[in-house]
């Protein structure tokens, strides 16, 4: 069973920063895209970026230039840093995983539980 562990998150002020990391746990034999996720109360959840094992990243629109996504594939970690945030931002952020429990298995989505994310205006 794998397991995605997030941490980071909090209440801000607008303007202000947090990074939120999430570290994959358990048995499996590769990582392939990580990401992070958002839904804000009411709306859908929404792509905010991801990354690949190669460092490849792409970023949604309403966070481009403000939010960096990196990873440490030896400590199977996601990172999203977030900068300028403002309370349009305000969300639980899950992050995500394409697993692949054995090599001859398919990839799977992993979810974390998700982390409350507060930027006050």
């Known amino acids: 069973q794998v397991q995605l562990v997030e941490s980071g998150g909090g209440l801000v002020q607008a303007g202000g920063s947090l990074r939120l990391s999430c570290a994959a746990s358990?048995?499996?034999?590769?990582?392939?895209?990580m990401g992070w996720f958002r839904q804000a109360p009411g709306k859908q959840r929404e792509l905010v970026a991801r990354?690949?094992?190669?460092?490849?990243?792409n970023y949604g629109a309403s966070v481009e230039g403000r939010f960096t996504i990196s990873r440490d594939n030896a400590k199977n970690t996601v990172y999203l840093q977030m900068i300028d945030l403002k309370p349009e931002d305000t969300a639980v952020y899950y992050c995500n995983a394409a697993i692949r429990r054995t090599r001859s298995t398919y990839e799977y989505d992993a979810w974390g539980q998700g982390t409350q994310v507060t930027v006050s205006s």
């Open positions: 358990g048995s499996f034999f590769s990582i392939n895209v």
């Open positions: 990354i690949t094992s190669g460092g490849s990243t």
